[in-house]
């Protein structure tokens, strides 16, 4: 069956570390992959998009990783601050006319300080 | 530039009433998706729109739920007749021609809760 996975439902660390969240799929073959980021109450918000054919995207604190082989994407937050607290979702993007667009159920990160 | 318009922002009814739910995507944006998000969960899509035209509604429940998009522009959801189960926040997006690249966008949502 075809599922996505993200490394768990909750993750507290502290101000100053590295954050690592984990998205695993099966049974997809993705041509995009996207991280969002969605506080309470509100819509979730593009953070970064990775092609297929990509390692690694970077942007500001943020980095994310695609392993097509693994079928797994890292997205990392650097000097984590408590205003990163929030919910992380990945989403596939995939391949079809309609770019239909999947996504995990998210991991809730809060940063202590 | 302004982001997607969604009302109401809440709404409480009983089970077996009917409710509607609006949308405005950004100016230009000929792409369109419904979602609905259960608490914990990740977004599920519902039904997308290219202009006015149905690309997917695989997961539409479509014995009660139904979605217009007249015009090409904004956009309603019904969901008659509501069940408990159907208690979510209702996501509209929409994007630009050139998805993926350029990111979907979301409006705030309405909560809905199904007594």
């Known amino acids: 069956s075809q599922k996505i996975e993200q490394n768990s439902e909750a993750l507290n660390i502290q101000e100053g570390k590295t954050a690592t969240l984990t998205c695993n799929y099966t049974n997809y073959s993705p041509a995009y992959l996207q991280w969002y980021r969605q506080d309470p109450g509100r819509g979730p918000v593009f953070l970064l998009l990775?092609?297929?054919?990509?390692k690694e995207k970077r942007k500001e604190r943020l980095k994310v990783t695609f392993d097509t082989t693994l079928k797994q994407s890292l997205f990392h937050i650097t000097a984590s601050q408590p205003a990163d607290s929030a919910t992380y979702l990945c989403?596939?993007?995939?391949?079809?006319?309609?770019?239909?667009?999947?996504f995990g159920s998210g991991t809730r990160l809060s940063i202590r300080p | 530039e302004a982001g997607v318009a969604q009302s109401p922002r809440y709404k409480i009814i009983e089970k077996r009433q009917s409710v509607a739910f609006w949308c405005n995507p950004i100016?230009?944006?000929?792409?369109l998706y419904w979602y609905q998000q259960i608490l914990g969960q990740g977004p599920k899509l519902l039904i997308q729109f290219q202009n006015n035209g149905v690309v997917d509604d695989s997961q539409l429940p479509k014995d009660r739920f139904s979605a217009e998009r007249l015009k090409g522009v904004d956009s309603t959801l019904k969901i008659q007749p509501a069940k408990l189960e159907d208690s979510a926040v209702y996501l509209c997006a929409s994007t630009p021609a050139n998805f993926p690249e350029e990111t979907q966008y979301f409006g705030p949502g309405t909560r809905l809760l199904v007594l």
């Open positions: 100016s230009g944006h000929a792409t």
């Open positions: 989403a596939l993007v995939l391949y079809s006319s309609a770019s239909k667009i999947i």
């Open positions: 990775i092609r297929e054919n990509e």
